[in-house]
């Protein structure tokens, strides 16, 4: 099993130190913790929609693809 990463386009709805929640087009807002994502900008405001890098695994998990 590969370590794939994918981006995903998401609207950031709340954020805390470690983590981001994000509305990514489906059924619920999803927590993705900050360690977990391998590129992103942090120049946003909440309710920006941003493009993250994530394990495929874990967007798979979460729901999000």
């Known amino acids: 099993m590969g370590a794939n990463q994918i981006w995903v386009s998401v609207v950031v709805k709340a954020e805390t130190d470690k983590a981001l ?7 619920k807002d999803v927590w993705v913790p900050k360690s977990q994502i391998i590129d992103y900008s942090d120049d946003y405001k ?20």
């Open 21 to 27: 929640m994000v509305d990514a087009g489906f059924d």
């Open 46 to 65: 909440l309710g920006d929609t941003i493009d993250i890098e994530i394990p495929e695994w874990m967007a798979e998990e979460k729901g999000m693809i």
